[in-house]
C-alpha cells in the first residue's frame, strides 16, 4: 500500500511539474500552509506588502538546507531595507521544521508542504519523501518528510509577479543571488 501511495505521490507531481510551470512574468499562484509555529500562513497576507522570497529546499536538518537557511538568516537585516519577505519551504511537517528553526536561530517563516501541493502549484519537481536521524538536545530524533522538492528559488514582487526564477540553485550563494537581483530591479 505505502509503494502505491508513493508512485501515485510521484506522479501527481511529476503531472503537475509538467503542466504547472510558473515562469517569470507570471502572476505567482496563491498558497497556504502551516508554518514552524503551527499557524496558517497565507501568501495573499504579503503579496502588495513585501517582495517575497520563496525558495523550496529538499529536507530540513541537511548540509545543503542548512547552509542556505542559514545565509537567508545572516542576511536578513539587509533583505529587510529592501523590504523583503524570506519563506523557506519543504517536505517537511511542522515539527522538523520547529526543529530547523530553533537549531539554527533561523528568523524567517518555515513552511510544511509535506504533500507537495505548494512545490506543485510552482512547478517544482517532486521526489519521494524520506527520513534522517539527528541528534536534538541529546535525543536521537527521526525527522519524517512527505515529498522531497528539488532546490528553486522564486522571487515574486509587490503586484504579485513572478520577477525571478532559479532552477539551478547554489545552497550557499542563494541568499546572495537574491539580494543582488533585488538591489538591482
Keep these: 500500500m505505502k509503494l502505491i501511495t508513493i508512485l501515485l505521490l510521484f506522479l501527481i ?5 509538467l503542466f504547472a ?10 498558497f497556504e ?3 514552524d509555529s503551527n499557524k496558517l500562513w497565507n501568501s495573499s497576507d504579503f ?15 541537511t548540509g545543503g538546507c542548512t547552509k542556505q537557511a542559514c545565509a537567508f538568516r545572516d542576511d536578513k537585516s539587509k533583505l529587510d531595507e529592501l523590504d523583503v519577505l524570506v519563506v523557506g519551504v519543504s517536505g517537511d511537517n511542522v515539527e522538523n521544521l520547529k526543529y530547523f528553526k530553533e537549531a539554527h536561530d533561523l528568523n524567517f517563516p ?10 506543485n502549484r510552482f512547478g517544482v519537481p517532486l521526489r ?16 519524517e518528510r512527505g ?3 528539488s532546490r528553486w528559488t522564486f522571487i515574486i514582487d509587490k503586484e ?21 537581483v533585488i538591489q538591482n530591479l
Design 47 to 61: 503579496v502588495g506588502d513585501k517582495i517575497i522570497v520563496i525558495y523550496f529546499y529538499p529536507a530540513a536538518m
Design 21 to 30: 510551470q510558473v515562469e517569470v512574468g507570471d502572476k505567482a499562484p496563491q
Design 147 to 149: 515529498v522531497t522538492s
Design 33 to 35: 500552509a502551516m508554518d
Design 110 to 119: 518555515l513552511l510544511a508542504d509535506s504533500d507537495g501541493k505548494i512545490a
Design 160 to 180: 504579485g509577479k513572478i520577477i525571478y526564477k532559479n532552477t539551478d540553485v547554489n545552497a550557499s550563494e542563494n541568499s546572495k543571488e537574491v539580494l543582488d
Design 128 to 143: 519521494e519523501g524520506g527520513s534522517i536521524v539527528r541528534n536534538i538536545e541529546g535525543t536521537d530524533i527521526t525527522l
Design 13 to 17: 507531481g511529476f503531472s503537475f511539474s
